[in-house]
Antibody, heavy 119, light 107 residues
Framework: EAQLVESGGDLVEPGGSLRLSCGGS????????LNWVRQAPGRGLEWLAH????????HYAESVEGRFTISRDNAKNTLYLRMNNLRPEDTAVYYC????????????WGQGTLVTVSS | DIQMTQSPSSLSASVGGRVTITCRAS??????VVWFQQKPGKAPTSLIH???SLQSGVPSRFSGSGSGTDFTLTISSLQPEDFATYYC?????????FGQGTRLEIK
């Protein structure tokens, strides 16, 4: 069964940094485009970043461009999100999400990992 | 960026009833819309992609329609497990954007 599992969420002070990881299993990780999506407490879904299967194409939401970096290691079946200069408004559950092969819609989500930015 | 305006933000309905949720895109997105269901404390799950294609395993009481800028999700014969929050999302172009969500509650 295909699965994504996030880790790395934590309590961090404003201005701090954090790296999230997302491990994939049950599918050919290196063949799929991946995304990060977040959800602030009690709020809706916000798309953050996309990386193509070979890391050649990357897109960011304006709200995180310049602070967050998406990357992947296909040899380790792992997606990353490096988050710098964190702000209280970055507090959210962060999900990794897979795009359907050659079809671009999100067909698989991880369970999410909570990032709390607070002093 | 493409804005997705979803309505209503919440609605109440009875088991066995029928509801319709709408999403309007700020630009023509052809049929590149996916609908998600999210239950409290859980990750979203996909219901319908390409406007009207039902995801495998999703009951046929869920249906989608539309094209261009106007899209709808209809749930007929509501079941207790359908009470959740629903989101539309466009995948025509990056940045991907979501509607604000519709919370469906039991009347």
């Amino acid at each position: 069964e295909a699965q994504l599992v996030e880790s790395g969420g934590d309590l961090v002070e404003p201005g701090g940094s954090l790296r999230l990881s997302c491990g994939g299993s049950g599918f050919t990780f290196s063949s799929f485009n991946l995304n990060w999506v977040r959800q602030a407490p009690g709020r809706g879904l916000e798309w953050l970043a996309h990386i193509s299967y070979g890391s050649t194409v990357i897109h960011y939401a304006e709200s995180v461009e310049g602070r967050f970096t998406i990357s992947r290691d296909n040899a380790k079946n792992t997606l990353y999100l490096r988050m710098n200069n964190l702000r209280p408004e970055d507090t959210a559950v962060y999900y990794c999400a897979r795009e359907k092969y050659y079809d671009y819609w999100i067909d698989l989500w991880g369970q999410g990992t909570l990032v709390t930015v607070s002093s | 960026d493409i804005q997705m305006t979803q309505s209503p933000s919440s609605l109440s309905a009875s088991v066995g009833g029928r509801v319709t949720i709408t999403c309007r895109a700020s630009h023509d997105i052809s049929n590149f819309v996916v609908w998600f269901q999210q239950k409290p404390g859980k990750a979203p799950t996909s219901l319908i992609h390409a406007t009207s294609s039902l995801q495998s395993g999703v009951p046929s009481r869920f249906s989608g329609s539309g094209s261009g800028t106007d899209f709808t999700l209809t749930i007929s014969s509501l079941q207790p497990e359908d009470f959740a929050t629903y989101y539309c999302q466009q995948y025509k172009t990056y940045p991907y954007t979501f509607g604000q969500g519709t919370r469906l509650e039991i009347k």
